[in-house]
Nanobody, 117 residues
Framework: QVQLVESGGGLVQAGESLRLSCAASGISFALYTMAWYRQAPGKQREMAATITRGGSTDYADSVKGRFTISRDNTKNMAYLLMNSLEPEDTAVYYC???????????WGQGTQVTVSS
């Protein structure tokens, strides 16, 4: 059974930081590209950050320079460090795992991040 379990969300003030964690089980974690998506109220889900099997990263323009995605293949964990948070970062953040070679992908249930001004 595949599980992606997010943690670390919460309520913070603008300018503060949060670190999200994603614990993966039931997959060969090292073979998956990992990503964090987010969905704000009334908006479509959007990619915030991705990290490939090889460690290459990509970020949405809106979070570049503020967010850092990382992974620990020894622990089957992915992380999203979010600095200088803004009210516009308020959203549910989802962990996503994708293996294009076998056409499999999985979503976590999400964790709420709320940034007050």
């Amino acid at each position: 059974q595949v599980q992606l379990v997010e943690s670390g969300g919460g309520l913070v003030q603008a300018g503060e930081s949060l670190r999200l964690s994603c614990a993966a089980s039931g997959i060969s974690f090292a073979l998956y590209t990992m990503a964090w998506y987010r969905q704000a109220p009334g908006k479509q889900r959007e990619m915030a950050a991705t990290i490939t099997r090889g460690g290459s990263t990509d970020y949405a323009d809106s979070v570049k320079g503020r967010f850092t995605i990382s992974r620990d293949n020894t622990k089957n964990m992915a992380y999203l460090l979010m600095n200088s948070l803004e009210p516009e970062d308020t959203a549910v953040y989802y962990c996503y795992a994708k293996n294009s070679m076998i056409n499999r992908d999985f979503w976590g249930q999400g964790t709420q991040v709320t940034v007050s001004s």
